[in-house]
């Protein structure tokens, strides 16, 4: 099975802009979970959909939001972008119960 | 506070040493996975654990679950080069998202 692929690997934006991420699980998984990794934060969870529905919403603002479409490839917007936002983003997809398996992520840079 | 401590932080050991680091947490978790990440890279799973007191061993990588299921250890025999990479694990709550430590980077020295 193909992996986990997310759309675009580098991004560029400036302050005020929006961005749109895309995320394709591993055909069969239902799962998407989404997080932002820092070198000061670490890995800090998103949200996760299921069936096109969120289940669980991380502490983040909501200039984070993100949907899953009946395929389960799932995207992230982020509007209003700050420096404090640049980031790697990574996408994983799971089967209900099962391991998550991530993708290579996008690398967000603010300027 | 980070639920899920790890250390150490940074361990730099040459080439055929063996090691331990280690993921610590006050909260019972029902599993917990260890992952290993390379840089510019998604983190790849390397095993998870489900039961208290459980050993998996994976080649020269050797991992444990407390038995409160509260913390767990990656040992590694013999390191190489290649074992080179930030390792972090995570843990899963019931109905809950999994939680992430801040990881352990690892470098091995030829």
């Known amino acids: 099975k193909a992996g986990v692929t997310q759309t675009p690997r580098y991004l560029i934006k400036t302050r005020g802009q929006q961005v749109t991420l895309s995320c394709s699980p591993i055909?069969?998984?239902?799962?998407v979970s989404w997080y932002q990794q820092t070198p000061g934060q670490g890995l800090q969870f998103l949200f996760e959909?299921?069936?096109?529905?969120?289940?669980n919403k991380g502490n983040f603002p909501g200039r984070f939001s993100g949907r899953q479409f009946s395929n389960s490839r799932s995207e992230m917007n982020v509007s209003t972008l700050e420096l404090g936002d640049s980031a790697l983003y990574l996408c994983?997809?799971?089967?209900?119960?099962?391991?998550?398996?991530f993708g290579p992520g996008t690398r967000l840079t603010v300027t | 506070t980070q639920l899920l401590e790890q250390s150490p932080q940074f361990l730099s050991i040459q080439e055929g040493e063996n090691l331990t680091v280690y993921c610590n947490s006050s909260?019972?978790?029902?599993?917990l996975q260890w992952y290993r990440q390379e840089p510019g890279e998604g983190p790849v799973l390397l095993v998870t654990v489900v039961t208290g007191g459980e050993v998996k061993k994976l080649k020269r990588l050797t991992f444990q679950f407390g038995d409160a299921r509260k913390d767990s250890s990656l040992h590694i025999t013999a390191a190489q080069p290649g074992d080179t990479g930030l390792y972090l694990c995570?843990?899963?709550?019931?109905?809950?998202?999994?939680?992430f430590g801040p990881g352990t980077r690892l470098s091995v020295l030829p």
């Open positions: 055909s069969g998984h239902r799962s």
């Open positions: 909260s019972v978790f029902s599993s």
């Open positions: 995570a843990g899963e709550r019931d109905g809950q998202n999994f939680v």
């Open positions: 959909y299921f069936s096109e529905t969120q289940r």
């Open positions: 994983a997809s799971a089967e209900i119960g099962h391991e998550q398996y």
